[in-house]
């Protein structure tokens, strides 16, 4: 009897089922082609010890030997020549594709630290999905003891169709976990932030007048204090020559008087 991964199994017995009643002819579903890993080395790639590590992994990872990628032209900056050894890829096709994308869900990605779902943004307008793995070590068949460097790669999910929003269906039925779309939910958040600005800004411009209308008060009192002063200091002034007169009345009768 010949084996069949599981994915596979599901794919032809249940996936296609719920996705036919999309399309015209069960012909059209889409369907996954292939998978393709990438892991650069970046500076060391001088390094033959660390290339062959790296391949190594891969090979382990993806239970298919991995491939050597070498650089095609000379890059000066990066101290890069041609054929230079520049990391490793893997292109996985038929039953180890279904293999590693069942391993990849069930036991990769609940290893992936602080993982909260796979973003749709990696899809590239053409019913193809790439997404990243910042370390190797979220891969099981990698142990921790004997890695010499924590080093990521990249993952890209091939279909046969050209619409992201079909090949987005195709990978929630293969169990992919991908975020829910929060634009929603985004657009709501951003308008009561924006109407939470607003009251702010009323707010401060409300205290910023009753604070001018203070001061426009204190200045019309202390105006008020001043003219008060003035009349007395005026009053003051126009009584002192009265009082001398009288004085100066007095001393002339008690003269007369006298005399």
Do not use: H
């Not at 096709?93 to 609940?110: A, C, D």
């Not at 990249?154 to 169990?175: M, P, Q």
Request: overall charge negative; hydrophobic content about 30%.
């Amino acid at each position: 009897m010949e084996y069949t991964p599981n994915l596979r199994k599901k794919y032809t017995d249940q996936i296609v089922g719920n996705l036919k009643g999309n399309y015209k002819s069960v012909m059209q579903v889409p369907k996954l082609v292939k998978i393709c890993l990438n892991q650069g080395v970046g500076s060391g790639s001088s390094d033959k010890k660390m290339i062959e590590a790296a391949q190594q992994e891969m090979t382990m990872i993806t239970g298919q030997k991995a491939l050597i990628t070498k650089a095609t032209k000379d890059i000066s900056n990066f101290k890069l020549r041609k054929g230079m050894s520049v990391g490793v890829m893997v292109t996985l096709r038929g039953n180890r594709m279904y293999e590693f994308l069942e391993r990849f869900i069930t036991s990769t990605l609940p290893r992936v630290r602080d993982f909260q779902g796979l973003e749709t943004k990696g899809f590239d307008g053409r019913g193809n999905f790439t997404m990243g793995i910042k370390e190797q070590i979220a891969f099981p068949e990698i142990s921790i003891d004997k890695i010499n460097k924590i080093t990521g790669m990249d993952i890209t999910f091939v279909t046969d169709t050209n619409s992201d929003d079909d090949a987005l269906a195709l990978f929630r039925e293969f169990g992919l976990p991908f975020k829910k779309d929060n634009s929603k939910k985004e657009e709501r958040k951003a308008q009561l932030e924006k109407k939470a600005l607003e009251e702010r800004r009323e707010l401060e411009e409300a205290a910023k007048q009753e604070i001018s209308s203070e001061e426009v008060v204190e200045n019309n009192e202390e105006s008020e204090d001043v003219i008060e002063e003035d009349s007395m200091n005026d009053q003051s002034t126009s009584t002192e020559p009265e009082i001398e007169d009288n004085n100066q009345d007095l001393s002339e009768e008690t003269d007369k008087s006298e005399s």
